[in-house]
């Protein structure tokens, strides 16, 4: 599965539409179609932006094996009824979340 396909997977998963996120990208609409039809790479900046609005991991996006895919975006953090405005603060609230979870995972590996 190619980056684009994952990128709509996880808009979709979350219930976005391509206008909010490219408003929360401050990018046109047209754009973020490219980046999810395969037109267009987009650029780390982005990648990191999208994966905090989308609760994913930076390396989610990269991802090959479609169950490992399906699992990533199954499991994504979900947010509903958001709207468009909502969208920086949720996204900063998810880069908090997986921050600590890093932290966590980090003092586990250490007690070991």
Known sequence: MK???ILKAYREKNKFSQEA????LDIKRELLSYYENDSREPSVE???????VY???LSDFFETDIN?????????????EMKEKD?????QFRKVVKNYLKIIDLEKKNAE
């Open 55 to 57: 609760g994913a991991e």
């Open 87 to 91: 969208l920086k603060e949720l996204a």
């Open 46 to 52: 982005i990648l990191e932006k999208l994966a905090d």
């Open 68 to 80: 490992h895919i399906n699992t990533n975006v199954a499991f994504a953090f979900r947010a509903t």
């Open 21 to 24: 996120v490219a408003s929360f």
């Open 3 to 5: 980056i684009g396909h």
